[in-house]
């Protein structure tokens, strides 16, 4: 049991914190990331992509229903948003000390750790251990 409490803990917390992110991004719009986007030459309606993996994923992950599925989108998501924003930063501490992308990391690595592990027992699809 301690085990799917753990994994229930990881769940809500990682995926709570990402979907913060993207209510933001529905309040605000996502022009800045097609702004982004244009610069590396890619069209700008790839970035609603981003609903995907700071929405529908984040959600998933809470309810526990297609938990790896949406965990990968966040992992998706992470590895999009370090290349397009952030790579000037990847080899970089930051003021305080730490890495200078502690919080990408954190998301990234906890949305893996996730996808690996699955939802566990106390999540919508725990109930027969399927789609989760």
């Given at each position: 049991?301690?085990?799917?409490?753990?994994?229930?803990?990881?769940?809500?917390?990682?995926?709570?914190?990402?979907?913060?992110?993207?209510?933001?991004?529905?309040?605000?719009?996502?022009?800045?990331?097609?702004?982004?986007?244009?610069?590396?030459?890619?069209?700008?309606?790839?970035?609603?992509?981003?609903?995907?993996?700071?929405?529908?994923?984040?959600?998933?992950?809470?309810?526990?229903?297609?938990?790896?599925?949406?965990?990968?989108?966040?992992?998706?998501?992470?590895?999009?948003?370090?290349?397009?924003?952030?790579?000037?930063?990847?080899?970089?501490?930051g003021q305080m000390g730490g890495w200078a992308l502690e919080t990408?990391?954190?998301?990234?690595?906890?949305?893996?750790?996730?996808?690996?592990?699955?939802?566990?027992?106390?999540?919508?699809?725990?109930?027969?251990?399927?789609?989760?």
């Open positions: 049991m301690s085990d799917d409490v753990g994994k229930l803990i990881l769940r809500v917390s990682v995926a709570l914190l990402m979907l913060l992110h993207g209510i933001a991004k529905l309040q605000g719009g996502v022009g800045g990331i097609a702004g982004m986007l244009a610069g590396y030459g890619l069209p700008g309606f790839l970035a609603y992509g981003v609903y995907l993996g700071e929405v529908v994923g984040p959600i998933l992950v809470i309810i526990g229903l297609f938990t790896r599925i949406g965990a990968l989108l966040m992992v998706g998501n992470m590895l999009v948003a370090i290349a397009l924003a952030h790579m000037s930063e990847l080899f970089t501490i990408q990391g954190l998301f990234l690595f906890g949305s893996v750790a996730i996808a690996l592990l699955g939802a566990g027992r106390l999540s919508i699809g725990g109930v027969h251990g399927r789609y989760n």
